[in-house]
């Protein structure tokens, strides 16, 4: 990877992925339904990447398209998913990697979390051309984004706060400057590691969900003020990643374990019930997922297999990824 690139230790990357406590799903399992090796009928179930890609952030885009960001390089692949057939759309870039993504159907820009840099950056989907760069901050890692009516939202891992990226009413892009820093309060607790992780937010903007790596929380969050309020949905949610709303139904992507918790939130997000656990003999740390239609996409990481460079560990370009999709039907 690039010299430029901030590298931290493997010991740091790993205690994201540690948990204290069992996850909630596993001494209470007896009364709720498992999804395993479902697939839809006319779609591909698997979704080559290219080899070396190290992927984490996905995103569904227009139509059947989806969307995968690069740890290793920054650049992004776009996938047709009726067909399982993909391009790069955005080259490799030069000091940039690609966290969490978005897409934001007004502009068609996609939206990304550019990790260690500080920065969000804004791509053209269409053309793959840049069309914004954003300094968040300087205490960093960017992990993911949400965007609303009115804003991009970014978690920061390192630090308890989040940023907000104002937007115009069509989607337009604000001047250089114009990202806001909201500090994270009320129950939202650092610990050693990394922390404010994937992000989802309601209708119009006024009310996120935050998921914490390292302490295996969630938390529902005022978007002005910051203050957050742990949502209680029976015990922890470790090693919990990338988060997807539909409806009041929340999928948890929790790499390490291999699974996505579906959890029913109820009315005011401050408690869920977990409903099921999805899962599939193909999932190999999952990072981060997008739902299209019937089907939950989940993107493999492989961390075990292979850590990657911006962690410290040694490119290989040899190694597959894919996308996992699951009927949500079954």
């Known amino acids: ?78 996938i047709d998913l009726r067909t399982g057939s993909g391009a790069m759309i955005v080259p490799a870039q030069s000091n940039r990697i690609a966290v969490g993504l978005d897409f934001d159907t007004r502009t068609k820009y996609i939206f990304v979390a550019g990790g260690f840099d500080g920065h969000a950056y804004v791509y053209d989907a269409i053309s793959g051309a840049g069309v914004g760069a954003f300094q968040l901050t300087t205490t960093v890692f960017i992990n993911d984004v949400i965007i609303t009516e009115n804003a991009a939202y970014f978690t920061n891992s390192f630090a308890a706060e989040f940023y907000k990226l104002p937007l115009g009413i069509d989607g337009s892009l604000p001047a250089p400057g114009a990202a806001i820093t909201i500090p994270l309060s009320g129950d939202f607790t650092m610990v050693e590691g990394f922390n404010a992780n994937g992000i989802v937010a309601n209708d119009d903007g006024t009310k996120l969900i935050i998921g914490n790596s390292g302490s295996a929380a969630l938390y529902s969050v005022d978007s002005a003020t910051g203050v957050a309020t742990t949502i209680n949905v029976g015990g922890p949610v470790p090693t919990n990643d990338g988060l997807v709303l539909r409806g009041n139904k929340l999928y948890v992507v929790q790499n390490f374990i291999n699974q996505i918790s579906v959890i029913k939130l109820k009315g005011s997000w401050d408690s869920g019930d977990v409903l099921h656990i999805i899962t599939d003999p193909n999932y190999r ?18 961390f075990d297999l292979a850590v990657p460079p911006i962690f410290g560990g040694e490119y290989d370009p040899t190694i597959p990824y894919e996308v996992v999709g699951v009927n949500l039907n079954n």
Not at 61 to 67: A, E, H, I, P, T
Not at 288 to 295: E, P, Q, R, V
């Open 1 to 78: 990877m690039k010299n430029s690139v901030k590298i931290i230790s493997l010991s740091i990357i790993m205690a994201f992925f540690s948990c204290s406590e069992e996850p909630i799903i596993e001494n209470e399992i007896s009364e709720q339904s498992v999804i395993t090796n479902s697939r839809a009928a006319n779609f591909p179930a698997i979704i080559n990447l290219p080899n070396g890609f190290y992927p984490e952030g996905i995103v569904t885009g227009n139509g059947n398209d989806l969307y995968a960001g690069s740890l290793y390089h920054g650049g992004i692949y776009k």
């Open 285 to 302: 740390i999952p990072a981060t997922a997008a739902i299209k239609g019937n089907m939950i996409y989940a993107v493999n990481a492989k």
